[in-house]
Every structure is written in structure tokens, then in C-alpha cells.
Nanobody, 119 residues
Framework: QVQLVESGGGSVQAGGSLRLSCAASGYFISNYCMGWVRQSPGKEREGVASILRDGTTIYGDSVKGRFTISSDNAKNTVYLEMNGLKPEDTAMYYC?????????????WGQGTQVTVSS
């Protein structure tokens, strides 16, 4: 049974930092494209970052230079380091796994972790 469990969300002030974690079970993350997407009320779902099977990382334009995605295959965990947070980063963040090379279709989702950034 494939499971993704996110943690690390919370409330911070603008300019602050958070680190999200996504622990996977039931499969090896090295066999999938792993990513983070976010959703906030009234906005479209947005791909935040992804890490391909060869370690290549891809970021959405709105987070480039501020967020960093990484993975630890030994721990079967994916991370999202978020720095320079802005109020517009407020959203529910979901960890996703994709059988596609570029994470353009998601096969598995976590339950989400809320990130709230106050000005």
C-alpha cells in the first residue's frame, strides 16, 4: 500500500522559513518523480517543485530561488525547504508521486499540510 505522509507545515511571518517533509511507504521514491503541489481557496492548483528520478529539480516560477526540493533515498523521504516566505505562499501543500518522468500526472497524493504566511 503506497502512502505519503507530509509534515512540517505551520504559521510563519513573511520572510520566515519552513521545511516540509514527505515520508513515503509502500514503494521507493527513487522509482518515481516526486513533487510538491499547493492549493489555496479560489486559486488553481500549482506545481511548486519536482525532483526527477535522475535528481534533476524543477521549480515553479513563483518559488524559484526561494524553495529547494531534495530527497533522501535512504529515508525514503522528500523535503521542501522554503525560505523567504510570502503571504501568497499560503496554501495547503501536497506531496505527490508520479510514474511519469516529469511529474505531469500524479499517481499518489499525501493528505496535505497547511502553510500560512502572515504579513
Amino acid at each position: 500500500q503506497v502512502q505519503l505522509v507530509e509534515s512540517g507545515g505551520g504559521s510563519v511571518q513573511a520572510g520566515g522559513s519552513l521545511r516540509l517533509s514527505c515520508a513515503a511507504s509502500g514503494y521507493f521514491i527513487s522509482n518515481y518523480c516526486m513533487g510538491w503541489v499547493r492549493q489555496s481557496p479560489g486559486k488553481e492548483r500549482e506545481g511548486v517543485a519536482s525532483i526527477l528520478r535522475d535528481g534533476t529539480t524543477i521549480y515553479g516560477d513563483s518559488v524559484k530561488g526561494r524553495f529547494t526540493i531534495s530527497s533522501d533515498n535512504a529515508k525514503n523521504t522528500v523535503y521542501l525547504e522554503m525560505n523567504g516566505l510570502k503571504p501568497e505562499d499560503t496554501a495547503m501543500y501536497y506531496c505527490v508521486a508520479s510514474e511519469k518522468w516529469y511529474c505531469d500526472e500524479y499517481n499518489y497524493w499525501g493528505q496535505g499540510t497547511q502553510v500560512t504566511v502572515s504579513s
